[in-house]
């Protein structure tokens, strides 16, 4: 069975902390896609990462940056220095090669306080 | 201009009514879906097209219906809309070409509520 959770369902931080999101999938396919979206109150998804299975390198794009590893089924998404614009909900998604589906986490609700 | 997009963007029905909901891209891929987001449920998909002649069902297709004008539009429909179909309706393509690049586009979302 293929399946994403995010056990965090809401997390508040004061702005300029650091946040970590977490995301554990579970798959028995060995290539696979990871992905981040963020969802801000306005509604939109936005794409903001993927990761195949077979690039374990970790990723830093400005204030994000995504930790990836397979021996513990793990995608985590840590923002530095949070802002109020980070306040979202963010979902973690999986996709497995040769199939249609896209299976998404339950989502992350981030809110930064000022 | 937006590269997905979605008519109406909010919408409110009675129940028995027929809805369509339109989705739109510029982006020329081959896949598009339609997925419904519910409060702590995260995304549901409804169905899926890999080109216009090739049409799926996903997870929660029942009382809906789909059909794919052209590579760019793919349009969801409720023959007879009812309460449990208010959610957010969100349209999505993706490049099937095989390069891995499977991530998501999606519409800025349909609000729906049926009363």
């Known amino acids: 069975a293929q399946k994403v959770t995010q056990a965090q369902t809401e997390i508040s931080v004061v702005e300029k902390e650091d946040v970590t999101l977490d995301c554990v999938y579970e798959?028995?396919?060995?290539?696979?896609?990871l992905f981040w979206y963020k969802q801000p109150p306005s509604g939109e998804l936005v794409f903001l990462i993927r990761?195949?299975?077979?690039?374990?390198q970790n990723e830093i794009s400005g204030r994000y940056s995504w930790n990836f590893q397979k021996s513990t089924s793990s995608f985590n998404f840590t923002i530095t220095a949070s802002q109020v614009v980070d306040s979202a909900v963010y979902f973690c998604?999986?996709?497995?090669?040769?199939?249609?589906?896209?299976?998404f986490g339950t989502g992350t609700r981030l809110k930064v306080l000022a | 201009d937006a590269d997905v997009t979605q008519t109406p963007r909010n919408r409110i029905t009675k129940t028995g009514k027929r809805i369509m909901l339109e989705c739109s891209q510029t982006?020329?891929?081959?896949?598009m879906y339609w997925y419904r987001q519910d409060p702590g449920l995260g995304l549901r998909l409804i169905y899926y097209?890999?080109?216009?002649?090739?049409?799926n069902k996903g997870e929660i297709s029942d009382g809906y219906s789909v059909s794919r004008q052209a590579q760019a539009k793919f349009s969801l429909s409720l023959e007879s809309a009812i309460p449990n179909q208010t959610a957010l309706y969100f349209c999505?393509?993706?490049?099937?070409?095989?390069?891995?690049?499977?991530?998501?586009?999606f519409g800025p979302g349909t609000r729906l509520t049926v009363t």
């Open positions: 999505a393509t993706s490049d099937g070409m095989g390069q891995g690049l499977y991530e998501q586009y």
């Open positions: 798959t028995r396919d060995t290539t696979y896609y």
């Open positions: 990761r195949n299975s077979f690039d374990e």
């Open positions: 998604a999986l996709k497995t090669s040769g199939t249609y589906k896209y299976i």
């Open positions: 982006k020329g891929h081959d896949r």
């Open positions: 097209s890999f080109d216009v002649k090739d049409i």
